[in-house]
């Protein structure tokens, strides 16, 4: 027989005992011992949290009515554990760089300290271990009740007192907790005593269970054979094809994503790591651990089917067998190990929940409305902290509490553990995201635990009400205003598949969608992207060790380091000589508030106000972020700012050429267009003489009786017009080789008074017929130029003949003189002619150029004549130009220089009528 | 692959296969065949496939490098301030 007294005074004993255990652990840590306490054993055995009633009661129940699926809420767990290198690794270290609190804390850290975000999660997480903490109650509750049960210095509470004393030991757990969890308030949030305390728990849940586990085995039994072989007896299948469905891929992805998700296993895992090196050990031990304890589940619970009464509670074998064989001692162990999986859950959840609703919820209201709270300014936070803790904790029991009342107990332990599991699982597409994926943002993740949690409310949570709540229970049966297709456990219409597949597969899939499709078309912000740069970059970052760090001069170091990264070594050298003191290195400058901000103005002007601001806020303060990674972030600015530049680069090299293919493009157009023209001005002229030849044939042909003179006169017309047509087509031929730049002739020495004198003796002819008088004017005697004298000759009568023809002066006249001006020979010709208007000074040279067509003046030239001279001139490195038009006054034998051009130009403009023309013709000296 | 690349990469492939070992299909072939392997053959084996990563994952984590102490370790920080709040031990 057990004794009532015995039972309640060994669970006190064992608090006092924990109490002990934690005190110790404070002192020692105070004292800088830590070598036991921060070792990677004790840190293992806190993550052991993870087993709790539901594994110590729970499990059993569930391998009775589900077979082996109660294995894969510790397989899961198991393969996040032994792939530690790959996600838990990164979590830890980013938990220590970022000085992370709680697992609210993390996502909204990441994503650019969101308020907003780490309130919801906060939310969800209080809502979501409700009935976790219920569970605890009712495994507590229903334990105390079947151990009592068995003594008779005890009133046997009956079924319906379970209330009664699951209030009574929730507001034990509440006291238990805030004694526990909120003596200090430490800057980490890292509890010492609080995790010695819970290392020792898992010591002794498992050395319990497994002591149950082998009395069961062994003692009644006969061996783990033998009890399989009962198996089959008791109703236990295993090789059924439903053991491992949909359900159990869902419990093993579930379970894997509790072991991060849920507050305490990130308290313990993440937030009270003290070495990132004791993960190596947990990612075998643990493992190890949940194996140890999940050996013995099956065939407590195969004993227990064949062993105890028809009927019983499977949840309580652990308990129950031991008292059915009155081993008392060991119920009572039994008991005690029961207890401790409750309470170290307890504790720790109520903790981590604490710390996330003051410092999420609490903490930021009070900064806002410091009256509401008695905040005095100046007044630091720590009393606040603790108080609000210590009320979360109350709170959060409580809440445990009216789950378990509004349940009314009802249903097995496991199905209520996967309730708070699904409910948890939300975060884990913005964990993983805030991890891997840079380009998540804030309302992405908001929007995705939103979306997520809402179907998980719907499908999981509130179905869990419908034992006690008739609307509920209505509500499950027939959907939402009788809407069966949206039934909560079935939605869609698909009653084949398990209530919990679907609420957790809907439930992933919205949160997950959302989150993708709301980061895509938002952006982070400067602090979103800088904590996004140090969250999925975390490894690459270069730590090369922040403590050795002197704070006193060291800043000015950093400072200068960072500005050099972000406006380049010569600019930031500039920048900080002119703050540094005469005649003293930038060492010597003291980061006054003026400096920094001077500074934040330069890097602004580069990076921009925002990250400027965050650069150096980061650089100035030195928290959250380290030197290194602002460091980081200033290179990347700078790889960003270097890109652009070359982006800049390149489209200006892109645009030039881009002109210069227009330009040329142009050009090529214009030169089709003159070849057109050319073409047609060829066709023109020479239809003209063909047309006559060819009519005057005509007449010859048709008119047989013409008189001999008449028909010579046609036959001399027909010969002259002919022959003007070979001249025309040889001056173009000429003109095409010239342009061809076939060089015809070869320069020589020449007599350019020889070439003048033969010229005129050639004009006279011209200048007899238009009564022209020539006169030569000053000249350079003995005199060589480099060219071809032929050439010369034709240029000139070109020139003479050309003043001939179209002068209409009274009395026309033409002067050619010479000088030497720049080792060149210069022969000016001069007349007394029309002139030629100003816009016609470059034009004159081109091909078919006739001047203004003047009735007086017959078409007797080519107009290819000033062409060709040009042409000529240039193969001889000489040159011919239309100085001015001038008035030439022949008369009183001036010498007629150029005068300056805006006197030529109003004279031309006086007297347009005879402005007189002159052309200079320029050639190379010959030196010998 | 050499050395500790090799060692990275199986440490990431570990719960890979692990994931790939305890879902069906190749969970479900023990049970596929009771009266050649025996009744408990799939307990046996999801305890075979456990205990394997756990060796696995002890074998690794002895080659994998350790991480520096200066990045490893999270320096304890003194308390803010220690109030005597409504535990007897403080």
Redesign the interface.
């Known amino acids: 027989m057990i004794s009532g007294s015995l039972v309640i005074g060994t669970a006190i004993a064992y608090v006092i005992l924990l ?1 002990v255990v ?2 110790i652990s404070d002192m020692r ?1 105070r004292q800088g011992r ?1 070598k036991l306490l ?1 070792s990677p054993l004790v840190y293992t055995l806190a993550i052991s949290v993870y087993a709790t009633s539901w594994t110590f009661y729970g499990a059993v129940g569930s391998a009775a009515r589900n077979g ?1 699926e109660f ?2 809420i510790y ?1 899961g767990p ?9 996600g838990l690794r990164k979590l830890v ?1 980013i ?2 760089n970022q000085r992370i609190t709680s697992i609210a804390d993390f996502v909204s850290s990441r994503f650019g300290k969101s308020e907003r975000l780490a309130i919801l999660i906060t939310i969800i997480a209080v809502i979501g271990i409700t009935p976790y903490i219920a569970l605890q109650l009712k495994a507590i509750t229903t334990s105390l009740r079947v151990i009592l049960a068995a003594a008779p210095d005890m009133p046997v509470p009956q079924s319906g007192d379970d209330l009664g004393l699951a209030l009574a030991i929730a507001a034990a757990m509440a006291l238990f907790s ?3 969890g ?7 949030e ?1 509890h ?1 005593g609080v995790v010695a305390a819970i290392a020792f728990e898992a010591i002794v849940k498992f050395i319990a269970l497994v002591t149950v586990g082998m009395f069961v085995v062994f003692g009644i039994g006969g061996g ?2 033998a009890t ?2 009962r ?2 007896d008791v109703g236990i299948s ?2 059924t ?1 439903d ?3 949909p359900r ?2 869902t419990i ?1 992805i579930l379970s894997a994503a509790a072991i991060i998700c849920l507050p305490r296993q990130f308290q313990t895992t993440v937030v009270e ?5 004791h993960l ?2 947990a ?2 031990a643990f ?2 651990y949940l ?1 140890g304890m999940s ?1 013995f589940t ?1 065939p407590i619970a195969i004993i227990g089917l064949s062993y105890l009464p028809a009927g019983s509670d499977p949840d309580m074998f652990v308990l129950a067998i031991p008292l059915a064989s009155n081993q008392n001692a060991l119920a009572l162990f039994a008991f005690i190990g029961g207890f401790s999986s409750a309470t170290s859950m307890i504790i720790i959840a109520s903790i981590a929940l604490s710390i996330m609703i003051s410092n999420h919820i609490v903490v930021p209201i009070a900064l806002r409305s410091p009256k509401l709270f008695g905040l005095k300014e100046g007044q ?1 936070m ?2 606040l902290l ?1 108080t609000s803790r210590r009320a979360s904790i109350a709170a959060t029991m409580f809440l445990g509490f009216v789950y378990f009342w509004l349940t009314s107990g009802s249903g097995a332990l496991a199905p209520i553990g996967l309730i708070s599991f699904s409910g948890v699982a939300q975060f884990m597409p913005a964990i993983l995201a805030a991890l891997y994926w840079r380009d998540a943002t804030a309302n992405g993740a908001l929007a995705g635990l939103l979306t997520g949690s809402a179907i998980w409310a719907y499908t999981s949570f509130l179905p869990s009400f419908a034992t006690s709540n008739e609307a509920i229970a209505q509500l499950l049966l027939s959907g939402p205003w009788g809407i069966e297709f949206l039934r909560p456990q079935y939605l869609f219409g698909l009653t084949n598949l398990d209530p919990l597949v679907q609420s957790v597969f809907w439930s992933l899939l919205g949160n997950i969608l959302a989150l993708v499709v709301v980061s895509i078309m938002s952006e982070n912000n400067a602090i979103g992207r800088l904590q996004a740069t140090l969250f999925v970059d975390v490894f690459k970052q270069n ?1 090369t ?1 922040q ?1 050795g760090f002197s704070r006193s001069s060291a800043p000015i170091d950093d400072l200068f380091a960072m500005t050099r990264r972000v406006l380049g070594t010569e600019r930031a050298e500039t920048m900080f000589e002119r703050f540094a003191p005469i005649g003293q290195s930038r060492q010597n400058i003291e980061p006054t508030p003026e400096f920094i901000t001077r500074l934040e103005k330069e890097l602004a002007g580069s990076i921009g106000a925002a990250s400027a601001h965050v650069l150096l806020g980061q650089v100035v303060s030195g928290d959250t972020v380290t030197m290194e990674e602002v460091m980081q972030m200033a290179d990347e600015t700078q790889q960003i700012l270097e890109y652009s530049q070359m982006l800049e680069q390149t489209t200006k090299e892109l645009r030039t050429t881009t002109g210069q293919l227009q330009k040329a493009n142009v050009q090529l157009r214009q030169l089709d267009q003159q070849k057109d023209e050319f073409l047609s001005q060829v066709s023109h002229e020479v239809r003209t003489p063909m047309t006559a030849i060819r009519s005057f044939a005509e007449i010859l042909s048709t008119n047989k009786d013409l008189e001999p003179n008449q028909r010579q006169q046609l036959i001399g017309t027909i010969h002259e017009e002919s022959m003007r047509l070979t001249g025309l087509l040889e001056e173009i031929l000429d003109l095409n080789a010239l342009e061809r730049g076939e060089k015809l002739w070869a320069n020589e020495p020449v007599d350019p008074n020889r070439a003048l004198s033969r010229a005129i003796e050639v004009c006279t002819p011209v200048t007899n017929q238009h009564k022209v008088e020539v006169y030569i004017g000053e000249q350079v005697k003995d005199v060589r130029v480099f060219a071809n004298f032929d050439r010369i000759c034709q240029v000139f009568i070109n020139l003479i003949s050309n003043a001939a023809k179209y002068n209409n002066a009274e009395k026309a006249m033409v002067k050619v003189s010479s000088r030497i001006e720049n080792e060149h020979l210069l022969v000016e010709f001069f007349d007394n002619g029309p002139g030629i208007s100003a816009g016609d000074t470059e034009t004159i040279f081109d091909k078919f150029w006739r001047g203004a067509r003047n009735p007086e003046t017959s078409q007797s030239g080519s107009g290819l004549g000033l062409a060709i001279s040009r042409e000529i001139l240039e193969k001889m490195n000489g040159s011919i130009n239309l100085v001015t038009p001038l008035k030439v006054n022949i008369n009183k034998n001036t010498n007629a220089k150029e005068t300056n051009a805006k006197d030529n130009k109003t004279k031309d403009n006086k007297d347009k009528q005879n402005s007189g023309a002159c052309f200079r013709v320029s050639l190379p000296l010959h030196v010998e | 692959m050499k050395g500790q690349k090799k060692i990275t990469f199986l440490a990431r492939l570990l719960p890979a296969a692990g994931l790939l070992l305890i879902l069906p299909p190749m969970v479900s072939i023990p049970n596929a065949n009771p009266e050649q392997y025996g009744f408990a053959a799939v307990i046996i084996y999801l305890f075979s496939v456990w205990l394997f990563l756990i060796f696995s994952a002890y074998i690794l984590q002895r080659k994998l490098d350790a991480t520096p102490p200066e990045i490893s370790k999270q320096y304890p920080l003194q308390p803010i301030k220690t109030i005597s709040g409504s535990s007897k031990h403080d």
Do not use: K
């Open positions: 109490f934690a005190y840590a830590w921060r082996l294995l894969a397989l198991t393969l996040v554990f032994v792939g530690w290198w790959f270290r938990g220590h805030v004694m526990f909120t003596r200090n308030i430490n800057a980490n890292q010492h783990f054979e399989f072989a198996a089959q295993l090789d094809p053991n491992f469905g159990w891929i093993t790591n003290a070495d990132e090196n190596r050990t990612s075998w493992p190890l194996l050996i099956l630091g720590t009393r603790l730590h060790g403590s």
